[in-house]
């Protein structure tokens, strides 16, 4: 199997850096991964949390990070001042869209409700057929276990597919959430919509 070349993967995770160390870490091997395997960070462009542990330790290992804030939480001053670029947009709609499009595939670390919800738009547009990116959780400490287990009682009772819930793929560790990214083929049959039809719900 011929592995792609990922270019740039967006990160979704906390604000908070969490009750446990753990997850710090894990968002710095991530941070090495990512550099190492030359793949761009985008991410929310703050500079507190697991958010700023990740894009600081990406920058200090001279990798590239995209960040992209909404000017309410820029003037806030959680905005990041030293990434390779930073893009200040109107509101959270604007940031993740644009985040999405400047992505070429989506890891969900440990995170909150916003962290959540960024997950889930991403991999109903998976479902949906907008586009067909790699998603994945990094699944530190076991953080995600409830959400995995709950996706499979979500295709038991039958409100979710199994190839759509294959549709996010889960790692304790980055090297082999990448690795999975870097075989990762999409399957079309997956797909509810096809992407021409697709298009106006976006609109």
Not at 21 to 47: C, F, S
Not at 86 to 92: E, G, K, R
Not at 151 to 179: N, R
Request: hydrophobic share 50%; proline share 3%.
């Amino acid at each position: 199997m011929t592995n792609r070349k990922i270019r740039s993967l967006c990160v979704y995770c906390g604000a908070s850096s969490g009750v446990s160390p753990v997850y710090a870490e894990a968002a710095r091997l991530l941070a090495a991964a990512l550099v190492e395997a030359d793949i761009g960070l985008v991410y929310g462009g703050g500079n507190i949390g697991l958010m700023g542990v990740i894009a600081d330790e990406v920058m200090r290992l001279g990798g590239d990070v995209t960040g992209v804030i909404p000017t309410a939480l820029l003037e806030k001053e959680v905005g990041h001042r030293a990434l390779s670029r930073l893009h200040v947009v109107a509101d959270m709609h604007e940031r993740k869209a644009m985040m999405a499009q400047l992505a070429e595939g989506f890891i969900a670390m440990p995170g909150g409700i916003g962290t959540l919800e960024e997950l889930f738009e991403v991999l109903t547009w998976s479902q949906l057929g907008l586009h067909d990116k790699p998603i994945g959780l990094l699944n530190v400490g076991g953080f995600y276990d409830g959400l995995i287990a709950f996706t499979a009682h979500l295709v038991k009772e039958g409100f979710l597919k199994p190839a759509h819930a294959g549709l996010l793929m889960h790692e304790a560790q980055p090297a082999a959430l990448l690795a999975r990214f870097a075989v990762f083929v999409p399957d079309r049959s997956a797909k509810i919509l096809n992407r021409d039809t697709a298009q106006d719900l976006l609109r």
